[in-house]
């Protein structure tokens, strides 16, 4: 029959990786049965349309999120029967190249290159704070799982995406150490951060308590805007509650600079406990977490050329 012969489009997956010469790119492949006409139509700074000729979509219409810190969604979109599109939303601008891969499946390779993104956060100082450690063990989730421990990993993972970007990342502690909030405040005034950002997990007697929150000093509405950039992100990622954004009471931020403090989950929600545990959300944590900055530091950096 005549429409087993039209192409199909069977899969879509990005990834951000080094290019050969170094630059940092965001990537996306098109995976299609065999090869199809194409266009690339820039609609402006952040939005792409890539419009496939003679190709059917064999997968669900509708959008998937990507949140990469440079592309937000990918939009499919079944045309007609013969043309499918494919809509980019990026949260900056970027150049943007296709290539075609004469492999099985066809893949259609759209790059994207995240300089923009590199020079948001070179020159900047970020120090992260993964809280407790040593004797102060901090939160325990009903299934033994430690606050100090699970904030560590965390805080790794976004100390190599920020230096990847460009900036400088310093943790307060390294080890399991246990080291007292003076100290951890005189360390981010010794490297001159710009902004700190302690990673907790929320406790609650109540097991049925879930989610994530992020706490700011009220010092500055630099904190305050820091808070609800990383809260919107982070939630975005991690797919968990949204509890909100609040003002930290205690005394466990630094008064010098924009602070913060992002309870990640709930660790004595068992679900929550459990999903900590995994990989992939200590790494989204983190990639949320960074979207949070990108858009703190964008933001910052529009007013500096407004004024
Ligand atoms: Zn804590």
Redesign the pocket.
């Known amino acids: 029959m005549y429409y087993r012969k039209v192409p199909r489009i069977t899969n879509l997956w990005s990834k951000v990786t080094d290019g050969e010469k170094g630059e940092w790119l965001s990537k996306l492949f098109i995976e299609s049965t065999r090869p199809f006409e194409h266009s690339l139509i820039r609609v402006d700074n952040e939005v792409i349309i890539i419009r496939c000729k003679g190709v059917m979509l064999n997968m669900p219409e509708g959008k998937i999120s990507i949140n990469d810190g440079l592309v937000r969604e990918v939009c499919l979109k079944q045309d007609n029967s013969d043309s499918t599109s494919i809509e980019l939303f990026l949260d900056q601008p970027a150049e943007v190249k296709l290539a075609t891969l004469e492999v099985f499946p066809f893949r259609l390779e759209i790059t994207l290159d995240r300089s923009y993104l590199a020079r948001l956060f070179s020159g900047k100082t970020v120090m992260i704070d993964p ?2 450690g040593g004797k102060d063990t ?2 325990q989730g009903a299934v033994s799982l430690m ?1 100090k421990d699970v904030v560590m990993p965390i805080a790794i993972n976004l100390q190599k995406a920020l230096q990847r970007a460009g900036a400088k990342a310093v943790l307060t502690r390294n080890g399991d150490e246990d080291i007292s909030a003076k100290e951890r405040f005189e360390k981010a005034s010794l490297e001159k951060a710009d902004i700190y950002i302690s990673l ?2 929320h406790a609650c007697a109540d097991s049925r308590v879930a989610g994530a929150a992020t706490k700011y000093l009220a010092n500055s509405d630099d904190s305050t805007a820091l808070a609800t950039y990383i809260q919107e992100e982070l939630v975005k990622k991690i797919k968990v509650a949204d509890r909100g954004v609040a003002e930290e009471l205690e005394p466990v931020l630094p008064v010098a600079l924009p602070a913060v403090e992002v309870e990640v989950v709930t660790i004595t929600n068992i679900v929550e406990e459990v999903f900590l545990r995994g990989l992939t959300i200590q790494k989204r944590a983190a990639e949320g977490i960074f979207n949070g900055l990108r858009d703190y530091f964008a933001v910052r950096q529009s007013d500096l050329k407004v004024n």
């Open positions: 809280a407790h901090g939160g606050e907790h997990t």
